[in-house]
């Protein structure tokens, strides 16, 4: 089964946060039968596994093509313990399962992931890519979105000239200009309203299939109920793959 753990357990495992109440896993479409089998025999506190409500698209490769989650939980209410599961790594620029590092998605992977509309995920990001630099990672120039630590990091290592045609804001950085700061602050925003976008596109076309499993629901909610009941067509990617990945620096 090609599986890696990727975003908040990844960044306590990099040493970049302390604690998470996240559990999130990208799983290659091919092992998805695998996977669902064995969340079908795993119990946690008694509780079977079962999908989140009606609000999550099953665990199906068509689905993920477009670049949709499923969510799965044990338990009810605020005890509940939840996985998110990942086809595709979003905003990934390559094929993460050719980037892994053990049990876990690498640095360079989660601080793409990481690119959302939450403010409390950027200072992940930057940490990675300082780690990534401090591993002689220059990928980890792509990362780096606070001002004094790109400066402080030019102390140490240089920028390769190709990094500098693909992220044209370390340009900036590469000659000290002022114009930086807010250079890095418009990057963020771009990166927020995409996956703010990303979201809306996602809540619009999900709703038929909520309504069409809200009317196809049954008692038993197991993992293994639901997955059998396709009486929804899986959605066309909302997108164009370029743009669930999220834009390349230099788009």
């Known amino acids: ?72 939980q044990w338990g009810t209410g605020p005890e509940a313990t939840t996985l998110d599961v990942f086809g595709h790594a979003l905003r990934e620029s ?29 200072p992940f990001i930057t940490s990675l890519g300082v780690a990534l630099l401090h591993a002689r990672d220059s990928r980890g120039w792509l990362h780096l979105f606070e001002e004094d630590s790109i400066r402080e990091m030019l102390e140490t290592y240089s920028i390769p000239d190709d990094l500098l045609a693909v992220r044209p804001v370390l340009q900036l950085a590469a000659r000290r200009d002022p114009a930086l700061r807010p250079a890095l602050l418009a990057e963020q925003h771009f990166w927020k309203e995409l996956d703010r976008l990303r979201i809306r596109i996602c809540r619009g076309a999900l709703r038929p299939f909520v309504l069409a499993m809200g009317r196809g629901s049954t008692a038993d909610s197991s993992v293994c109920v639901k997955i059998t009941l396709p009486v929804w067509r899986a959605p066309k990617a909302a997108w164009r793959g370029t743009l669930w990945r999220g834009l390349a620096w230099n788009a």
């Not at 890696?4 to 495992?13: K, Y």
């Not at 993460?96 to 992977?109: I, M, P, R």
Request: net charge negative.
């Open 94 to 122: 390559s094929p993460w399962q050719d980037d892994v590092a053990g049990l876990y998605a690498s640095q360079n992977v989660v601080a793409e992931m990481k690119r959302t509309d939450r403010d409390k995920d950027w």
């Open 1 to 72: 089964m090609i599986c890696a753990i990727t975003s908040g357990l990844a960044c306590v495992h990099y040493g970049v946060a302390e604690t998470t109440k996240d559990c999130d896993l990208l799983c290659h479409p091919g092992s998805f039968d695998t996977l669902l089998d064995l969340l079908a025999e795993t119990r946690v506190s008694g509780s079977p596994c079962h999908y989140r409500g009606h609000i999550s698209p099953p665990l199906d490769a068509r689905w993920h093509r477009g670049g949709w989650t499923s969510h799965f």
